[in-house]
T-cell receptor, first 112, second 116 residues
């Protein structure tokens, strides 16, 4: 049984560019949450998708947007990249809106 | 809004010694609490969780945690650490709205170093 998968593993972009990160949830899970983890910090909640809609959002600007597909996979899009967007982006999934979230390995984004 | 404080940024423990990592939370209702572990460059692995009931919860890899409502704490313990326990440890709390769980709020983490 595959766990949460994310792609790509690493990504390098330049300031002002746009990026799309992808996440496939654990089998049987239909809720996907995204987190940003800056170096040396704890993860910070970006947003959560359930039933193909953004259910809740953390304190992130509109440059961060997302989508959930009918197969429950999800994308995180970041526009107009800033140097400060460099971080590990983590995807987590859960069944329904249950409390326990399972994390993927993350995508390391570097903005130059 | 909920918050989590992990007072210790770094902790060094000798292999075979006992371990306690501290976590304090702030949440208006009954908290749902978690401990996750992260090895370098990796995602987060769930160690254990507390939802209700027995305040001492057992997790994987020999870890346990005790919920103390009066102290707003959820400290992680292990009787004897192994070199493979060296990692970053995160305490987290989840809020609830609309009948379901919201995003997790994490502490800043405690970096555990194991001395031989």
């Amino acid at each position: 049984d595959a766990g949460v998968t994310q792609s790509p593993t690493h990504l390098i972009k330049t300031r002002g560019q746009q990026v799309t990160l992808r996440c496939s949830p654990k089998s049987g899970h239909d809720t996907v949450s995204w987190y940003q983890q800056a170096l040396g910090q704890g993860p910070q909640f970006i947003f959560q998708y359930y039933e193909e809609e953004e259910r809740q959002r953390g304190n992130f600007p509109d440059r961060f947007s997302g989508h959930q597909f009918p197969n429950y996979s999800s994308e995180l899009n970041v526009n107009a990249l800033l140097l400060g967007d460099s971080a590990l982006y983590l995807c987590a999934s859960s069944p329904g809106l249950s409390d326990t979230q399972y994390f993927g390995p993350g995508t390391r984004l570097t903005v130059l | 809004a909920q918050s989590v404080t992990q007072p210790d940024i770094h902790i060094t423990v000798s292999e075979g010694a006992s371990l306690e990592l501290r976590c304090n939370y702030s949440y208006g209702a009954t908290p749902y609490l978690f401990w996750y572990v992260q090895s370098p460059g990796q995602g987060l692995q769930l160690l254990l969780k507390y939802f209700s009931g027995d305040t001492l919860v057992q997790g994987i890899k020999g870890f346990e945690a005790e919920f103390k409502r009066s102290q707003s704490s959820f400290n992680l313990r292990k009787p004897s650490v192994h070199w493979s326990d060296a990692a970053e440890y995160f305490c987290a709390v989840v809020g609830r709205s609309g009948g379901g769980a919201d995003g997790l709020t994490f502490g800043k983490g405690t970096h555990l170093i194991i001395q031989p």
